[in-house]
């Protein structure tokens, strides 16, 4: 992994980082405030402060994969990343992100209505990679939801008072906490908090920009993003509860038709009928901001998000209730044998 990743990285960085400004060095011409900044900081114009970044970047992301391979190595069957340990990924990598967009930008750009829009739908182009890669680290398999519904349900039906006393309140508040930090339970409550650690981070820059122009759209754009997330999270969710034994496959194969589908029919619509229902369309996928950029009615933003949260909604019900079916199902032997 040195010689094949850390290396190559660790080169391509310098090259955008030191190496792009190094006549400077020598001719004395300054770079003024076009050079790389991360939170303000002159990166780009340090050889101290440029290689410091870089190996503290890559230093973060060496504990992050250590995290991983030690969890495996003690665990092989668990998944590659706790959901502890996702929260933590989650804020290093947005305000790594974030801080090469807090910086000193040339004022002109400002004027430009589009800075702040082209700003936000690179980070959340950055971000569903991210989210998709931790989905699949996260989401657990068939085998285990089995396990973990078994056992809430063996647990549930020991509970003989009502769901209005202290023990009942007490189970309630052990499925949350279960939910947010247990290893064998599903990952969408995860994926939820680790949205909601990404709208913590990002929607104050957002909002607090300088510049003022369609903010809203960019808002709405970027809620649109996080629905989305949500969405593909819980369809791999579901698909991983699968019997077959290629459910992996079918649960990769079902988040790629989720984010191609939307796009082909749109694409078909426009270019064979010339419909206005292709921008609606794409608002239900990640070109959604090219959508936004050309302009839609205010409406079809506010429809596409309501429509998210229903579909996120019935999802999250049909995961349930499949949970409580084989959780019942798996459970009965082990109550017979406690009656």
Request: net charge positive; aromatic share 14%.
């Amino acid at each position: 992994m040195t010689a094949f990743v850390f290396i190559p990285n660790y080169i391509f960085w310098n090259l955008f980082s030191v190496w792009v400004d190094f006549p400077q060095y020598i001719i004395g011409e300054g770079s003024g405030t076009d050079s790389l900044q991360w939170f303000y900081l002159p990166i780009g114009q340090s050889f101290i402060l440029s290689h410091g970044f870089t190996l503290t970047a890559l230093g973060v992301g060496i504990y992050w994969i250590w995290q991983a391979l030690d969890r495996c190595f003690h665990s092989p069957g668990a998944t590659l990343l706790s959901k502890r340990q996702s929260y933590g990924l989650m804020v290093s990598f947005q305000v790594l992100m974030l801080g090469f967009f807090m910086r000193d930008w040339d004022y002109g750009y400002y004027d430009d209505s589009q800075f702040l829009f082209a700003q936000v739908a690179m980070i959340s182009s950055a971000n569903l990679v991210l989210f998709l890669v931790l989905i699949a680290m996260l989401s657990t398999h068939r085998q285990t939801l089995l396990d973990w519904a078994r056992y809430r349900h063996f647990e549930n039906s020991l509970q003989i008072t009502s769901s209005k006393t202290a023990a009942g309140n007490k189970q309630r508040l052990s499925v949350w906490q279960d939910l947010v930090w247990g290893e064998r339970s599903p990952a969408v409550m995860a994926i939820a908090i680790n949205l909601l650690i990404t709208a913590a981070i990002l929607l104050p820059w957002i909002i607090l920009h300088p510049q003022d122009l369609e903010k809203w759209t960019v808002v709405v754009g970027f809620v649109i993003s996080l629905n989305l997330v949500a969405i593909y999270a819980s369809i791999a969710q579901l698909t991983l509860m699968m019997k077959n034994q290629r459910r992996g496959w079918w649960a990769t194969s079902a988040v790629m038709l989720a984010i191609m589908l939307p796009v082909i029919a749109g694409t078909i619509l426009f270019v064979e009928f010339r419909s206005g229902m292709a921008t609606g369309l794409l608002l239900f996928s990640p070109l959604h901001w090219f959508s936004l950029a050309h302009g839609v009615p205010a409406f079809m933003p506010l429809l596409a998000i309501v429509g998210q949260w229903g579909a996120i909604a019935l999802l999250n019900a049909q995961l349930a209730k499949n949970l409580k079916r084989v959780g019942a199902s798996e459970s009965k032997p082990l109550l017979a044998g406690v009656k």
